[in-house]
């Protein structure tokens, strides 16, 4: 898997949800970055447009060069073509698949899996296993190896840990600081925990009622060691 150079994300959108609006306008060029906030603020529905599930009202998104979405030249990139990896909260594995199945899903070109994520994701000795019998943590590693095998421009993790035990989450989370250092792959990822953030990101965009409300290095927005 080639290695991935700082990329600048753009994300400069509105969106009209209801009551809801999120009214958003990043530049994000820190390599790892979190959105932080309290539940409702917009943090999912940033992801969710991002990859494409979602429609801005108006708007552009852009990872670099690429231009993701643009509604004043009429650009809606087909999700499949945004090179984004997603990894929802539920982590959408297929239970009919095995674990080899559910990695390769959606690539189409591969025959087997990429030695360099199975390796940093240790999940060589799961790819025959069912996904009904996997650990939590196991399925997490699974859900992240499939959404790495796309060589993404980016990787969004929407709460990749919310849903594990502390003991769990210790245990997972140094494969996000690899996926982060070995693979070098830019990041926007979404977390309730200041303890996680410190650990996976170099820069934090706060959110509250679908606004940025601050930005900056971990250190500035939570205190160090608070």
Known sequence: MSNHVRVPIVIDVRIRQGRF?????ELIEARTVALFGPSGSGKTTTLEIVA???????GTIRIGSDVLFDSQLGIDTPIYRRRVGYVPQDLSLFPHLNVRQNVLYGSLERQNPDQQITEILEIDGLLSRAV????????????LARALMSNPAVLLLDEPLTALDPALRGRVLPY??????DLEMPMVYVSHSADEVRKVADWVIMLDHG???????PGEIFGIGA
Do not use: F, K, M, Y
């Open 21 to 25: 609006t999120l009214d958003l306008h």
């Open 52 to 58: 494409g599930l979602r429609r801005p009202n108006d």
């Open 132 to 143: 009904s019998g996997l650990s939590g943590g196991e399925r997490q590693r699974v859900a």
């Open 176 to 181: 996000l600081e690899r996926i982060r250092d």
């Open 211 to 217: 606004r940025g409300v601050r930005s900056g290095a």
